[in-house]
């Protein structure tokens, strides 16, 4: 089969975008051909192997030929992009559509693929309708905020929902939330989790001295938190600054690894707060979030809104406990077995669960943990379901 896979967002920096490699890298395994339509603002980006992109380049830091006159818009502030969709011109979108148009065009006519699967209910997933091409479309999540706080795009939406074969929600509460939107396809909606890519997190054994030497950290810390993510507001970095201010001891580190419009006023909270253990990291690759995650006692996901929650389940697979707030996707996958539960905007009960892990209250078997996420989330898990969609909706 041929399948046309098309996001809104790069690959790195967002959760739609880690999720469109994972599968593309996972349909090409079984022996299909992927191409991918992703907008970039560099021409330096993730390539992957046997695998066609297709990019349409938009304007940022270097010139690139036949980029748009704007940068790619986002739900909330990608960290190469702060242009989002609620601020863009009528006429930005409707060079964004035409754009998006010419790239389907030209993959129609060159790759000519069998089915189309889209990323989000939104502007590109309403274009790639205009074909005579079975169009299958995955709710991230971002795009039900987007729709909470952006009227102009219901119309858009609604000819998405309607018009696309099948919606492929990631969680058991978005698919509840689809559902209740667009009331009318309910029977369209099929939950399948995010898969994680197994060649990239895993248990392994760490000098968890010489990692830290890797970021310039020359100090010996006996227990480490992380985060990692992009840093906006709704991932809620600062409630974790503030749990920060509790359990933080000499002994104590907190990374951050991750970069965003939030990161100059995190740094600045951080210093007011007085916290002398926290390292801002920026951006890391595949290979150091993997040592990150293995080095740390446990990973905090505070987000206010979080559809799936990719990074605890990668966290889980290098065998790392996970603190998370109790909404959106995270509650369908950490039990007691592998993570703390909290309600999210409680910087008490944040901070009461992770003082229980770095105190050994409550103590994880690390092996266990790897094993739960291989057993039940590695991307390969979940490709066939997927495969077998496309077949459906393209006979």
């Not at 219901?154 to 058991?172: Q, Y």
């Not at 997190?201 to 890797?214: G, I, M, P, R």
């Not at 002398?276 to 290979?287: A, P, R």
Request: with cysteine; proline share 3%.
């Amino acid at each position: 089969m041929k399948i046309l896979l098309t996001n809104h967002f790069p690959f790195q920096g967002s959760g739609s975008g880690v999720y469109v490699a994972n599968i593309a890298r996972s349909l090409e395994k079984k022996g299909h051909e992927v191409c991918i339509i992703t907008p970039e603002n560099t021409s330096v980006f993730l390539n992957l192997k046997n695998i066609k992109l297709h990019p349409v380049f938009f304007k940022y830091k270097e010139v690139i030929d036949g980029q748009q006159e704007f940068n790619f818009p986002c739900f909330d502030p990608h960290p190469r992009s702060s242009l989002l969709f609620g601020n863009m011109t009528d006429k930005q979108i409707e060079q964004y559509k035409e754009a998006f148009r010419k790239a389907i065009e030209e993959e129609i006519s060159e790759f000519k693929p069998d089915i189309i699967h889209a990323q989000h209910i939104w502007i590109i997933s309403s274009v790639a309708l205009e074909y005579d091409i079975p169009v299958i479309v995955t709710s991230h999540g971002s795009d039900i905020m987007g729709y909470e706080v952006w009227p102009q795009f219901h119309d858009i939406m609604n000819k998405v929902a309607k018009g696309c074969r099948k919606i492929i929600s990631i969680s058991n509460n978005s698919k509840d939330v689809i559902g209740d939107i667009f009331k009318e396809q309910k029977d369209k909606i099929i939950t399948i989790p995010n898969g994680y890519n197994e060649n990239h997190f895993y248990k392994d054994d760490y000098d968890k001295t010489e990692v830290l030497k890797e970021f310039n950290i020359d100090k010996i810390y006996n227990k480490i938190v992380c985060f990692a993510g992009r840093l906006v507001k709704n991932k809620g970095v600062d409630l974790l600054l503030q749990a920060a201010k509790e359990y933080e001891k000499s002994d104590v580190l907190t990374l951050i690894a991750g970069d965003g419009e939030e990161r100059k006023n995190l740094s600045e909270m951080a210093q007011k707060l007085g916290l002398k253990n926290i390292v801002f990291l920026g951006n890391q690759s595949y290979d150091n979030l993997r040592k990150i995650y293995n080095i740390s006692d446990v990973s905090v996901v505070p987000s206010r809104k979080e559809a799936f929650g990719l990074v605890a389940i990668e966290s889980i697979a290098c065998g790392t406990p996970v603190i998370a707030t109790n909404q959106g996707g995270m509650p369908d996958f950490i039990s007691k077995d592998v993570g703390i539960l909290v309600e999210k905007e409680n910087i008490s009960e944040l901070k009461n669960a992770i003082l229980k892990i770095l105190n050994n209250e409550i103590e994880f078997n690390h092996e266990t943990l790897a094993e739960y996420a291989k057993n039940n989330y590695r991307q390969d898990l979940f490709i066939d379901e997927l495969i077998d969609i496309y077949s459906e909706c393209k006979k």
